[in-house]
């Protein structure tokens, strides 16, 4: 099949099964007489991997290391434990840290309710934000 068919097939832009090429995640046969690349069903099994490694949040660097494990015949569960852990603790920082952020912005908004519009003296850009302490 043709990058077209392949993309149809599977819902998403001739541009990222062209992209996916370029990076080596997926690598077509070449028809012999015009040199256009050929997609087989073995080429959309991967590219279907691809894409649930990606719903995962893996990254394409490490989806590439990933399939390069499978094709070493070495499992690459190993690395995808611990990927996706380190993932999960990543993301548990970014939540807390936007949780933190949220509960700042909160308390700034309720105090800036009661105070009135400042006009900037050269001296003070916004007096909302220069009440606030930085922590």
Not at 16 to 23: A, K, Q, S
Not at 38 to 65: W, Y
Not at 84 to 112: F, Y
Request: a positive charge; aromatic letters at 6%; hydrophobic letters at 40%.
């Amino acid at each position: 099949m043709t990058v077209t068919q392949l993309a149809k097939r599977l819902e998403i832009s001739s541009e990222i099964v062209r992209y996916y090429t370029r990076i080596g995640l997926l690598v077509p046969a070449r028809h012999a007489e015009n040199g256009y690349r050929f997609f087989s069903l073995e080429d959309v099994k991967r590219l279907k991997f691809v894409l649930r490694a990606k719903g995962l949040g893996f990254t394409l660097s490490e989806i590439g290391q990933i399939l390069n494990h499978a094709k070493s015949h070495d499992s690459p569960c190993p690395l995808v434990r611990n990927l996706i852990a380190q993932r999960i603790k990543e993301n548990r920082e970014r939540l807390d840290a936007l949780a933190h952020l949220q509960v700042r912005m909160e308390k700034a908004l309720a105090q800036w309710q009661e105070m009135p519009d400042g006009i900037p003296d050269g001296h003070s850009v916004c007096h909302l934000i220069e009440t606030i302490d930085h922590d």
